[in-house]
């Protein structure tokens, strides 16, 4: 499985970013999905993850501003951002949780892409 992660930029407060994230595979309604952040020097944070059933999850920080969302059909997730803060500039991962069978599973991580909030 790879990841592939995109529509980061440079926005201005207030503004709104739409990230995306395609899978390759055949499987990917299977997965369970989430978006994760990491400021330099900062440790990865968990930003928002939506299971294979649809259940969401937001961190606290951006609950009712951003969106988690997905389409198996384009085997793609979606992470909606409204009223973007200085504090959400990150570099921002998109990551699979991928059932290996015997209840096990893996994480598989994409490449990043940048979003920077201007004041």
């Known amino acids: 499985v790879q990841l592939q992660a995109s529509g980061g930029g440079l926005v201005q407060v207030g503004g709104s970013l739409r990230l995306s994230c395609a899978a390759s595979?055949?499987?990917?309604?299977?997965?369970?999905m989430g978006w994760y952040r990491q400021d330099p020097g900062k440790q990865r944070e968990l930003v928002a993850t939506?299971?294979?059933?649809?259940?969401?999850n937001y961190a606290d920080s951006v609950k009712d501003r951003f969106t988690i969302s997905r389409d198996n059909a384009k085997n793609t997730v979606y992470l909606q951002m409204n009223s973007l803060k200085p504090e959400d500039t990150a570099v921002y991962y998109c990551?699979?949780?991928?059932?290996?069978?015997?209840?096990?599973?893996?994480?598989?991580w994409g490449q990043g892409t940048l979003v920077t909030v201007s004041s």
């Open positions: 990551a699979a949780q991928i059932p290996r069978g015997w209840g096990s599973t893996s994480v598989v």
């Open positions: 595979g055949r499987t990917f309604s299977v997965y369970d």
């Open positions: 939506i299971s294979n059933g649809g259940s969401k």
